[in-house]
């Protein structure tokens, strides 16, 4: 059972163009919502996270969007660059507990 | 500061084989977790490891195992490796308290490649 689900599976953007990644989860007891963003042949790093308690979260060109009564949480990208170009996992936790992650979007920004 | 650090990057085994990875965690985390990547999939997670004892186990089969030692250092062993353990294999560490454990720091990853 998959409790995390993430969409798109890949994405291709240009520069400079608005990069949207989209996850939906089933467990209501996670409170605890990253994006973690990998590059090729190397581990996934902490991008921005988020909790319940807020319904959107800025760190420079990128934002977390949330909405509690969907499941749902997404990830835009502003002004997308060719070096944001890598893998997207999204995740899901609760307190203590450990990450459940989506399958992962490849994001391509295209110069 | 040194951040999560795994050896080795690379193996391969053959089936029936057994495996040890290590980790070593960032400086001042306590807690060492691993996942398993299988290519073109999202990590999974295997188990979890806190004051030397495994506080948390997801759906693996008891092939896989690990140990945690008092410098927070942590091994990850499978025996009786199948074709369908070749992935990359992650430690995470992290610090208690609070929230922080979901604030998770990825090594890079042993690839292992079984044949």
């Known amino acids: 059972q998959q409790q995390v689900k993430q969409s798109p599976q890949s994405l291709i953007v240009q520069k400079g163009g608005i990069s949207i990644i989209n996850c939906a989860y089933e467990?209501?007891?996670?409170?605890?919502f990253p994006w973690y963003q990998q590059f090729p042949g190397k581990g996934p790093a902490l991008l921005i996270a988020?909790?319940?308690?807020?319904s959107e979260k800025k760190e420079g060109r990128f934002t977390i969007s949330f909405n509690k009564s969907a499941k749902q949480f997404s990830l835009h990208i502003m002004d997308s660059q060719p070096g944001d170009s890598a893998t997207y996992f999204c995740?899901?936790?609760?307190?203590?507990?450990?990450?459940?992650f989506g399958k992962g979007t490849m994001l391509l920004v295209s110069p | 500061d040194a951040g999560v650090t795994q050896s080795p990057t690379h193996l391969i085994k053959t089936r029936g084989q057994q495996v040890t990875l290590r980790c070593s965690p960032k400086s001042g985390h306590d807690t060492v977790s691993w996942y398993q990547q299988a290519l073109g999939q999202g990590p999974q997670f295997i188990f979890q490891?806190?004051?030397?004892?495994?506080?948390q186990r997801g759906n693996f089969p008891d092939r896989f195992s690990g140990h945690q030692f008092p410098n927070y250092s942590s091994e990850l062993n499978v025996n009786a490796l199948l074709l369908g353990d070749s992935a990359l294999y992650l430690c995470?560490?992290?610090?208690?308290?609070?929230?922080?454990?979901?604030?998770?720091?990825f090594g890079e990853g042993s690839r292992l490649t079984v044949l």
């Open positions: 995740a899901a936790s609760k307190g203590y507990s450990t990450l459940t």
């Open positions: 995470a560490s992290s610090s208690t308290g609070g929230y922080k454990t979901g604030e998770l720091f």
């Open positions: 490891y806190y004051e030397e004892e495994e506080r």
């Open positions: 467990n209501t007891a996670f409170d605890y």
């Open positions: 988020i909790r319940p308690d807020v």
